[in-house]
């Protein structure tokens, strides 16, 4: 499963299956994304039950037929890829073998057969076919400051449990068993449900007290509501701030023309080709020719001896 050498067929699917510079692997990854949307189509009508009784026998045709599409895709990446371990194990290869494995479930577990919708994972391909590598970077962005945050965002809610535990304590000290508040976890289930503004109505407080209290609950809600977003918003500026600064300290202009240049792997400007100098450096001089050699003096001829 090591990295191996390639013959020319298997160079030949891979620049299809795996790249999107050439036409044809273009064309293949949005034949590919039109076939999971329509195996995801097919799954949700056949959980509406009018239409599983109606075309019940239809529906798994097809998903057989998208089933064995989806294998043979997935053997001949393992097929053509120069490195088998590195695809079979990265977040593409576990996809795409996730997203056959509850087709041959459903035979032994047919409870697993809904579990096919995680073939929406796949359109993750969309970002490599419309070049929206930008989008992956941002995605990665909100990961790192959701990571960062994670700390204050645990001391938050464990602030909000607390609260919440408070509220729910008082409730049912206040109304009791009489007023739908049976015991100590209902009432903090009713303090976090009014805490966080959602208010089922399945249990509401009846005495004058118990109602202020739930005000209280409820402004307490409104103020702490936006406390995890003021967080991530902060570490989301602090990442974009170092973003753009790093930007800042790559881009280079070119000493002939002056244009900018952003990409930290060029070399040379982009419009009239003149050497760039390294991101974070000063422009290098050019060197400088060495100096023509100095003419050899004239050597005068010797005057004749006289006789």
Request: proline fraction near 7%.
């Amino acid at each position: 499963m090591s990295y191996h050498e390639q013959t020319p067929r298997q160079l030949k699917f891979y620049s299809i299956i795996f790249g999107t510079e050439t036409r044809a692997g273009r064309w293949f990854d949005l034949w590919l994304i039109a076939i999971i949307l329509a195996s995801v189509v097919v799954i949700m009508l056949d959980s509406i039950a009018s239409l599983d009784e109606t075309y019940g026998n239809l529906f798994l045709y097809m998903e057989w037929v998208f089933t064995i599409l989806f294998t043979l895709e997935y053997m001949t990446r393992i097929w053509c890829t120069p490195n088998r371990r590195a695809y079979i194990f990265s977040l593409y290869g576990v996809v795409d073998l996730l997203a056959l494995l509850p087709t041959y479930l459903s035979l032994l577990i047919p409870q697993a057969a809904p579990l096919l919708i995680i073939r929406l994972l796949r359109i993750l391909r969309v970002f490599r076919v419309l070049r929206l590598l930008s989008l992956l970077s941002e995605a990665n962005e909100l990961a790192g400051a959701l990571q960062r945050s994670g700390r204050k965002i645990f001391v938050f809610f464990s602030l909000v449990i607390i609260i919440a535990t408070i509220f729910g304590s008082l409730l049912y000290v206040i109304e009791g068993p009489e007023n739908g508040f049976n015991d100590i976890p209902t009432s903090v289930y009713w303090a976090i449900v009014t805490i966080t503004t959602v208010g089922y109505g399945d249990v509401t407080p009846v005495t004058t007290i118990g109602r202020a209290v739930a005000a209280a609950g409820m402004l307490v809600g409104y103020a702490i509501i936006a406390v995890p977003t003021g967080i991530i918003t902060a570490e989301l500026t602090g990442a974009q701030r170092i973003r753009k600064m790093r930007e800042m300290l790559e881009a280079r202009n070119c000493t002939t023309c002056s244009a900018v240049e952003h990409d930290p792997h060029a070399h040379y400007c982009r419009f009239c080709g003149t050497g760039l100098p390294r991101p974070g450096h000063a422009p290098e001089p050019e060197p400088e020719p060495d100096p023509a050699p100095a003419p050899a003096p004239e050597s005068k001829p010797e005057p004749e001896p006289k006789s």
